[in-house]
């Protein structure tokens, strides 16, 4: 049962709640780093990264201390300041144990403090929050933001590559077609509508 | 007052906790910064070209200051760079010669033609896809630009269908031979060299059909070299650069005008 | 003179450097939304409160704070102040809190105000900087109010909740047509730009607040380009 609705929260974060095509969080890389596959990938792997190691801090501090005393309302502020704080203990960490990784995703980092998709998964996890939601599920819920984020990233960055070969009309060039492109890539995960729920019936 | 005293509290001391974790960090995981690669790497020109064998200005900086590659390897640096970078290590100041990039084809829209009317991919690897290019001869310049759009000095521009290269603007960072599918361009040395601007390895009939200006391999200019520089194989001329002094010779005698030399002598 | 160049910050953040459509800053609150031009009018002065607030108090301190601690410090302030605005929209307009959603308290990682106080507030004197933020906030309200009431409009056939078409294509309430509109919008945008001369913005990264210490390396092809657009 557990295993069940953890694969269900883990697909929906995916398919039909795309953080970057159905929650529009993430749209500023998602349009400036896709350009090359490679790039694509890493800033994607590396934002997965802190979405999940910032739920992981942030969930815990939300229902054991804000709740508890009452002042949920200074969510923003803690949350803002653990993920920027985060993200400057993962670059010193990764810059000291594994210098290659710091050289292909660190400069992603400073990138990621900014990122609507982090500070919105930390809080959306928080709003499913009852009797069938609990910390393990956020941390699924996270880990499949960032994996959406991924195929977006990496589905988007082969239309841009096509799209570099075609001929495109003067006033269209640059950010006007990337961006009806990306309509018609958000049109195509629409499909998905329902998809979840009828995989894995959790009734 | 209790729950406003209670919140500055706790976001204070959330903030000094994150505030005293990343200082402890930052000075307990802290990486040696190696000052001379730093130096070393502003006084690279910073392209990125690899012509070095490293990958990117960084790596060759890193290999510099740790003693493990030469001086000398900056292409695109030239001597400036070359004296900078000895003046940071320590050592003695090598000389470094200037290349250049030469196009082994002249081609233009005077002397060949296409074989037909091309509307794909604005690319030589992509055209060289379709039936080996369309070009009438299938080992010259195709003139679309692949080498023009990976030069990062703009040295190098397709002129009325054969690339030529800007003599005074070119590095030689090698970054259109490698991208040339037909692999007509090589790096010569700038003073007193020769050139042969063909790469036609057919017979000198089939050649002069198919461009005015190609080697026929009439080895006319084999014969009256004095240094045995240049020699004839498959019907094409080639020039071995460490043996050439520039004199000419051959650039004189050679009936179809397709040798050059770059700087007078 | 001084009037002059004041009455300049403030026009140029509506026309000329217009947060949305020109800088391209903030585009996620821009499609997210302005499925109603009610939400678009909201958001927009949501997020205009916080600018001109954060913008005077950074500028306010810009001597005080360290360098190295500079972005954080501009952080907190502005999250202090979408706390503060977050509240008084729970209190006051609790149906804009709910269509808003998660993108009220996001307004705290919004480029657009980040960029601000990183590009203008932490070098520039108070008045200046405050007449600033009222620019970029009325251009950035103009810009989602256009494209509320054009998704609206097209999407539900109301406008403020006025039946006005009787016909309802429910893709432009849908995310595509969120990213159709901005596209369209954007082109209208530069075609009025290259009419006037000025050079296209071809990536967003370029008025990205982090834009100095990443696009260098990260997006270094758009850096390149956006540096050579950017004069």
Known sequence: MLIKSLIAVFLAAILTENYVLSKFLGICPFLGVSKKLNT??????????????????????????????????????????IIAGLVQLVEIVLKKYIPALYKSLGIYLPLITTNCAVLGVTMLVLQKVGPDYTYIHALVNAFGAGIGFLVAMVMFAGVRGRLENADIPK????????????????????????????????? | MNGILFAVALVAGIGLLIGLILSIASILMAVPKDEKAEKILEALPGANCGACGFSGCSGYADALAKGKAEVGLCAPGGLACVTEISAILGVETGSIEKKVAAVHCMGSLDNTSYLAEYNGIKSCAAALRIGGGLTACSYGCMGLGDCEAVCPYDAIHVCNGVAVVDNDKCKACAMCVKECPRHIISIVPYKNSAVVRCSNKDKGAVTRKVC??????????????PVNAIKVTDFCASIDPSLCTGCGVCADNCPQHCISYLSPY | MAKRGYLKELTKGVVKENPVLCLVLGTCPTLAVTTSASNAIGMGIAATAVLICSNAVISALRKFIPDKVRIPAYITI???????????????????????????????????????????????????????????????????????????LFGSGTVFGVQLLPVQILIFILPPGGFFVFGMLIMLANKLNTRAGKAVKTTPCAGCPLAESCSKRACSEDGKEAAENAD
């Open chain 1, 40 to 81: 694509a990938v890493g800033m994607s792997v590396a934002v997965t990264f802190v979405m999940v190691l910032a739920t992981a801090v942030t969930f815990p501090i939300y229902m054991y201390i804000l709740v508890p005393s009452g002042m949920e309302y200074l969510q923003t502020v803690l949350f803002i300041l």
């Open chain 1, 171 to 203: 006033s269209l060039k640059g950010l006007p077609i990337t961006l009806v492109a990306a309509s018609l890539t958000s049109l195509s995960f629409l499909g998905f509508a329902g998809f979840v729920e009828k995989l894995i019936p959790l009734s």
């Open chain 2, 212 to 225: 005015s200006a190609g080697c026929i391999g009439c080895k006319k200019c084999e014969k009256n070299c």
């Open chain 3, 78 to 152: 502005i999250a202090g102040f979408v706390t503060v605005v977050q509240m008084l929209v729970k209190a006051f307009a609790p149906a804009i809190n709910d269509s808003l959603g998660i993108f009220l308290p996001l307004i705290v990682v919004n480029c657009i105000i980040l960029g601000r106080a990183e590009m203008f507030a932490g070098k520039n004197p108070v008045i200046p900087s405050i007449l600033d933020g009222i620019g970029m906030g009325i251009g950035f309200t103009a810009a989602l109010l256009l494209m509320g009431i054009i998704r609206e």
